[in-house]
Nanobody, 123 residues
Framework: QVQLVESGGGLVQAGGSLRLSCAAS????????MGWFRQAPGKEREFVAA????????NLADSVQGRFTISRDNAKNTVYLQMNSLKPEDTAVYYC????????????????WGQGTQVTVSS
């Protein structure tokens, strides 16, 4: 099974930017569709962004369209989430997810998860 480690979270002011990284190991990274999810305090975990194995297809939640970008570097076994124009409502623990069987990781079922990285956006 692939192992996932997120990094890049932190505290940022509203309007600022962060780039999250998720490094994968243990399996052939390019075999996995990848995604990002987040969980805010007291809320369910929700889908944020997904990218296909080759990186040719992406999907973003409506709440982050135009502000977030997902990308991957298969040579570096890493998927990224570039977050711009951050809002206080983006505050959450962000989780990286991987799945070997689906084209895009847009739901939680069957995923392999990282440990999460905290993003806090102050107003």
């Amino acid at each position: 099974q692939v192992q996932l480690v997120e990094s890049g979270g932190g505290l940022v002011q509203a309007g600022g930017s962060l780039r999250l990284s998720c490094a994968a190991s243990g399996r052939t990274f390019s075999n996995y569709a990848m995604g990002w999810f987040r969980q805010a305090p007291g809320k369910e975990r929700e889908f944020v962004a997904a990218i296909s194995r080759s990186g040719g297809s992406t999907n973003l939640a409506d709440s982050v369209q135009g502000r977030f970008t997902i990308s991957r570097d298969n040579a570096k076994n890493t998927v990224y989430l570039q977050m711009n124009s951050l809002k206080p409502e983006d505050t959450a623990v962000y989780y990286c997810a991987a799945d070997v069987s689906r084209a895009l990781v847009v739901t939680e079922t069957g995923n392999t998860w990282g440990q999460g990285t905290q993003v806090t956006v102050s107003s």
